[in-house]
């Protein structure tokens, strides 16, 4: 066992101060941020050119308002704090409406090719009317550009309000009135009621995005991450040293399981460093914005408890590959279905957020490779699982990490002084069964 | 006692048998060495010496035990090539294969052998930095560092300068003066002859020759003659001759069976000036080639 032992340090400590480690412990939240940044930047970095709309109003009422509120937001809106333009500024014309519908939208349209206008939108007679008409109750929007919605989203809010307005008056119906009659209703999604320490009824919470979403899916990403690159560094250290011819001597001072052993403590070491590390970054982050309390103590507990068994049944799986192959590329085909069976969770996060007790979420987390990341990520969606779930999965998840050690002990003894043409993975299965 | 104790051993891989029905005995206290061509097996002998490969039929005992896997506190193994952690520093990839060998504290023991392979300086050198004699010599003290009682060498000397050579040379000889066993596979035949005890060799996967070297040479007799002469080419066209090889500065033949030295050199001293007639027993290298020419010329 103190061979194990003295695997176990070299392992960890060779991984915790190799650089690829450190890069991604810094990388990881630097990405983070970039991709807000980035995102930040993209959205101020949209097209300010001016789209000239011409309008065909057909009503021969509605253009003095769309030009006025046009204006008015040229003149208000599309700038930020630093006077920088970060919308662009809508220039509407009025076109005479010809009898002739489709020849004008012909003449337009050409106009719109020739770069004369960006759009132009033809409004029907009837629109402002209470009484529908199906044949001229239409707006339409003509472009060459479909994906740029921003003047549909904006025309269609101006329009409407000041259409409905109109069809209220012709109707005889006093605005005010109907407008209280016909508000939306907004429906707050809140935690329950509590009462605190001093015997008071607590207000109930709006249940927090950044509890309903951010943690569970942050933890699950967490968990996945720190297997995705612990996993793989061990599955190369273990090439490395059958390449290097370290494995020979390795094999000829300690037993082959109790080194691939060791190397699955140091690893899993490793991704607990890693989960450790990023989660009393997040807490202190947490902290200062005040919402330290959203994570539960508990919650982390378990966290950690099921990244360790993750990272043992993934770990031995990879450190078999390792030893199996003789050089890194070889490895690749085998790690593919190990990464399947690695993203699996990720690819039903969002189904499982939403039904965290629907029949989905259940049975996947009893599926010991996705147990880890599916228990955790149910657990931290309110209101939580039943307790059993969780203790349940453990024996569960037990049972298939000591197969996949055993499996990969055998794997591990044939396959770690092999070299030259890389087995497949019936040869693997093989091993397994013969030992 | 025997160190090693090998009775009928095969052992093949697919269709090829690297070994066949091979025993060995090398005693305690004995410098063994292995001799033979690229490929005939003496890298699978030793692995299985080492439990790494399990032969096939036969009894391997080591140390009189039949033990069931490699891993021992008493061996140690320096395999082909290589074998040390590029990143890390040579002070703690050697501490790291002492503690591997239940050698808990290595300290001095690490500090001495350094010492003595002139590598002090390099201690807190990542591997990755020394040369490659450099690193031939710390792979050397990683299999030593932990005072074990069998060190098994696979090809120690191959890639080295004649100084590191020689270092290794004496390091090897001072292990068998500690009460060491040392078998080591080399393809160097003079340190071979100079240093082992006994030698085998290991032909196709059978053994050819075991013994000591003067056994071995006494069963091929004095029938090499080393001279000197000022016209090599005479010699091509002599009566009696085996095997003539011109090495330059001076010549080797091969006297056929019941071939007369006498009567030779003085056929030779009647076409050209002599200034070295030596009657001696053949070299291991000369053996060695006899064994394997034709083989070795092929590849």
């Known amino acids: 066992m103190n061979k194990v ?3 176990f340090k070299r392992e960890y400590l060779a991984q915790v101060r190799s650089k690829s480690f450190l890069i991604t412990l810094v990388m990881m939240p630097l990405l983070m941020a970039g991709s807000i940044i980035v995102q930040k930047l993209v959205g101020e970095g949209v ?33 930020n704090k630093e006077g920088r333009h970060i919308r662009p500024p809508f220039i509407v014309t009025s076109v005479a409406p010809k009898v002739d519908i489709a020849a004008q939208q012909l003449e337009l349209s050409q106009r719109v090719r020739n770069k004369d206008i960006s759009a132009f939108v033809d409004i029907g007679t009837n629109v402002t009317r209470s009484e529908p008409d199906a044949d001229a109750d239409f707006v339409r929007y003509y472009s060459d550009s479909p994906t740029d919605r921003e003047f549909i989203r904006w025309l269609n809010v101006v329009l409407s309000q000041r259409v409905i307005a109109m069809r209220f008056d012709e109707a005889k119906l ?79 001072s300690i037993p082959p399981f109790q080194l691939m052993l060791g190397k699955l403590l140091g690893v899993t070491a490793v991704s607990l460093t890693l989960i450790s590390l990023y989660l009393a970054g997040g807490y202190f982050v947490a902290q200062k914005m005040g919402k330290a309390d959203l994570v539960p103590m508990s919650q982390v507990v378990w966290m950690l408890l099921y990244g360790a068994i993750a990272m043992i049944m993934f770990g031995s799986i990879f450190g078999a590959i390792g030893a199996a192959v003789s050089e890194i590329k070889d ?37 010991p490779p996705a147990t880890p990341m599916m228990m955790v990520t149910r657990m931290a969606v309110p209101p939580g699982i039943p307790m059993w779930q969780p203790i349940a999965g453990i024996p569960l998840m037990l ?33 397994v069964l013969r030992g | 006692m025997n160190a090693v104790e090998m009775s009928g051993v095969t052992k093949s891989f697919g269709a090829v048998t690297a070994v066949r029905d091979l025993s060995l005995v090398v005693p305690s206290g004995s410098v063994y060495g292995f001799i033979g061509p690229n490929g005939s097996g003496k890298t699978t002998t030793i692995r299985m010496i080492m439990r790494i490969f399990y032969p096939d039929s036969g009894d391997i005992r080591v140390f009189g035990e039949t033990h069931s896997q490699a891993a021992t506190d008493r061996i140690g193994y320096l395999p082909e090539e290589r074998g040390l952690y590029k990143k890390m520093k040579v002070q703690d990839v050697l501490t790291f294969y002492a503690k591997l060998k239940g050698f808990n504290q290595p300290g001095a023991e690490i500090d001495a052998w350094l010492a003595r392979l002139g590598l002090s300086d390099w201690a807190n050198k990542r591997v990755e930095t020394l040369s490659k004699g450099m690193a031939q010599k710390i792979q050397f003290v990683a299999a030593v560092v932990s005072r ?5 060498l696979d090809e120690p000397f191959s890639g080295l300068d004649p100084v590191n050579l020689d270092v290794l040379r004496d390091a090897i000889v001072s292990l068998k003066r500690d009460g060491s066993t040392v078998i080591f596979s080399t393809h160097d035949m003079s340190a071979a002859e100079k240093m082992c005890d006994q030698i085998f060799m290991i032909y196709r996967g059978e053994k050819v020759l075991d013994g000591t070297l003067a056994s071995i040479q006494d069963t091929y007799g004095a029938d090499t003659i080393r001279l000197r002469l000022e016209d090599a080419g005479c010699l091509s066209s002599l009566q009696g001759v085996d095997h003539v090889k011109d090495f330059g500065a001076y010549q080797e033949i091969r006297l056929g069976d019941g071939v ?27 053996i060695f080639v006899r064994i394997a020419g034709t083989e070795a010329q092929a590849s």
Not at chain 1, 408 to 419: E, H, P
């Open chain 1, 174 to 252: 006093p605005a005010g009135v109907v407008q209280g009659a016909i508000r939306p209703i907004d429906i707050a999604n809140l935690g329950l009621v509590s009462v605190d320490a001093e015997g008071k009824v607590k207000e109930a919470e709006e249940a927090d995005r950044l509890t309903a979403f951010i943690v569970p899916y942050g933890f699950s990403m967490l968990m996945f991450m720190s297997v995705l690159v612990s996993g793989p560094q061990m599955m190369q250290n273990i090439v490395e040293e059958k390449m290097q011819r370290i494995a020979e001597v390795l094999v000829g």
């Open chain 2, 148 to 152: 074990p009682e069998l060190v098994i």
């Open chain 1, 399 to 431: 049972l298939f990490a000591t197969f996949c050690v055993f499996a990969a002990g055998r794997v591990f003894r044939v396959g770690l002084l092999m070299q030259g043409k890389p087995p497949k993975i019936g040869d693997i299965a093989k091993w």
């Open chain 1, 331 to 367: 490895a690749q085909s085998l790690v593919m279905p190990v990464t399947i069976l690695l993203v699996l969770p990720i690819f039903v996060i969002v189904p499982v957020i939403q039904a965290p007790n629907g029949p989905l979420a259940f049975w996947m987390s009893f599926f």
């Open chain 2, 260 to 286: 007369d030295a006498q009567r030779i050199l003085s056929t030779i001293a009647a076409r050209t000036r002599v200034s070295l007639f030596e009657v001696a027993r053949p070299s291991l290298h000369d």
């Open chain 1, 47 to 79: 097209d300010t050119k001016e789209r000239r709309i011409a309008v065909v109003d057909r009503t021969g009422v509605l253009f003095d308002a769309i030009k006025q509120s046009a204006d008015e937001r040229n003149a208000t809106a599309i700038t």
């Open chain 1, 5 to 7: 032992l003295v695997v």
